[in-house]
């Protein structure tokens, strides 16, 4: 019989995920118990929970792409890795791709604040 996870113990096995591995998650975890991950969590997981889009007039989800690093690198990393969880490495790689997406589908607000962030470390950013 497996021993029951606290609240800590699963936050720090959902911490050295992927976002892909957390996507593969939320998808598992919403077949398995019949329910759609609410708002908080998709966004809690970095936009890695699958978003429930309505055909709206009105934009309502935003990719933010990076379009530069500008000459503090090591500041524009680190911002990236605190808004997507991402490793070290994967942070790295996803910087030095020019016209990388940081965050894909997100509501404006967070779209704004990430563009923000990314742009205070130097960064050069688009939000479509």
Do not use: C, N, Y
């Not at 992927?18 to 966004?43: C, G, M, N, R, W």
């Not at 809690?44 to 530069?68: K, S, T, W, Y």
Request: charged share 30%; proline share 2%; net charge negative.
């Amino acid at each position: 019989m497996m021993a029951k996870l606290s609240t800590e113990d699963l936050l720090e096995q959902f911490e050295g995920m992927t976002l892909i591995e957390l996507s593969e998650f939320v998808k598992a975890f919403e077949e398995k118990f019949d329910v759609t991950a609410a708002a908080p969590v998709a966004v809690a997981a970095a936009g890695a929970g699958p978003a429930a889009a309505e055909a709206v007039e009105e934009q309502d989800e935003f990719d933010v792409i990076l379009d530069g690093a500008g000459d503090k690198k090591i500041q524009v990393i680190k911002e990236v890795r605190a808004l997507t969880s991402l490793g070290l490495k994967e942070a790295k790689d996803l910087v030095d791709t020019a016209g990388a997406k940081v965050l894909e589908k997100v509501a404006k607000d967070v779209a704004e604040k990430a563009k923000a962030q990314l742009e205070g470390a130097g960064a050069k950013v688009t939000v479509k």
